[in-house]
C-alpha cells in the first residue's frame, strides 16, 4: 500500500516469496526502506512467511491484531498441519500444490517475537492509515483492513476469491480445512458486510470490483 513515498506492506506470502516482495516494492520505485511498517491479516506461513524475512533484514515493526500477538509468537499454532491433508491426497490437485508449497517454505517453523500489537480502534499511524477490521474466526485473532477513503477493504482470509483447492471462483470461504473455528469465521463476515467498499482485495484469489456486501453474501451462500 503507497502512501506519498512511504509504503505499508499487508502480509507476504510464504518464506520464499520475499524477493518477489522486494520486487513488487522495486517495481513501485520504491525500495524496502520505504516500508515504515508491515500488518498481518494472520499469522499463517503462507502470509507471514515473508514478513520474517523482511523484518530480519530490514527491521520494520510488524502489527497484528492484539489476540494475534501471541499466535507470531509461536505461543501456539492453528494452522493445518500436513496430516490434515491426508484425506484429501486422492483430489484432483492436492499432492502438486503441497509439493509446491513445500518449494517455497511451507513446512519451516517461524515466528515473531516482537510483533506489536495495534491500537484498540480506528484508522492505524501508518502509509495509507489503513482500519483494522476484527475477523476472529479463520484464526482467533484475524484482522481484515479497510481503507475508507478508497472504497477497500484487504480480507486476508476471512473472504477469498479463489485458492488453488477450490473447485470455484468468486468470493467464498477457504475450504475448512483451514479454518481454525468454522463457525466464527462465518460469523466475522458480519463485520465485513457493513463495511463501505467497492473493491476487495483478498488473502487468495484475484483482485474483485463489486461491494463487500454482496461478497458476503455469495460467500455465505456457499459455505451452507
Ligand atoms: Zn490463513
Redo the contacts with the bound molecule.
Keep these: 500500500m503507497r502512501d506519498g513515498d512511504a509504503l505499508t506492506l499487508i502480509d507476504g506470502g510464504y518464506p520464499g516469496d520475499v524477493s518477489a516482495v522486494e520486487y513488487a516494492i522495486n517495481s513501485l520505485g520504491r525500495s524496502p526502506e520505504d516500508v515504515q511498517g508491515m500488518l498481518l491479516t494472520?499469522a499463517?506461513i503462507?502470509?507471514m512467511g515473508a514478513i520474517v524475512s523482511f523484518h530480519e533484514r530490514y527491521r520494520t515493526p510488524v502489527f497484528t491484531d492484539p489476540t494475534e500477538v501471541a499466535h507470531a509468537r509461536r505461543d501456539y499454532l492453528e494452522q493445518a498441519k500436513g496430516k490434515d491433508f491426508i484425506p484429501m491426497l486422492h483430489k484432483h490437485g492436492v499432492l502438486p500444490w503441497l509439493l509446491r508449497i513445500a518449494r517455497v517454505g511451507a513446512t519451516r517453523s517461524l515466528s515473531i517475537d516482537d510483533a506489536q500489537a495495534f491500537g484498540s480502534s480506528g484508522p492505524l499511524d501508518l502509509p495509507g492509515a489503513p482500519v483494522p477490521v476484527a475477523t476472529h474466526g479463520?484464526t482467533s485473532g484475524h484482522s481484515a483492513y479497510h481503507l475508507p477513503q478508497h472504497g477497500v477493504v484487504i480480507t486476508g482470509?476471512a473472504l477469498v476469491t479463489a485458492h488453488a483447492l477450490s473447485k470455484v471462483d468468486g468470493p467464498q470461504l477457504l475450504p475448512q480445512v483451514?479454518d481454525h473455528g468454522k463457525q466464527d469465521t462465518v460469523a466475522a463476515l458480519d463485520h465485513l458486510a457493513v463495511l463501505n467498499a467497492e473493491t476487495i482485495v483478498p488473502?487468495h484469489g484475484p483482485v474483485v470490483s463489486m461491494h463487500i456486501s454482496a461478497a458476503v453474501e455469495q460467500a455465505r451462500g456457499r459455505s451452507r
Excluded: R, V, W
Design positions: 494472520h499463517h503462507d502470509h479463520h482470509d483451514f488473502g
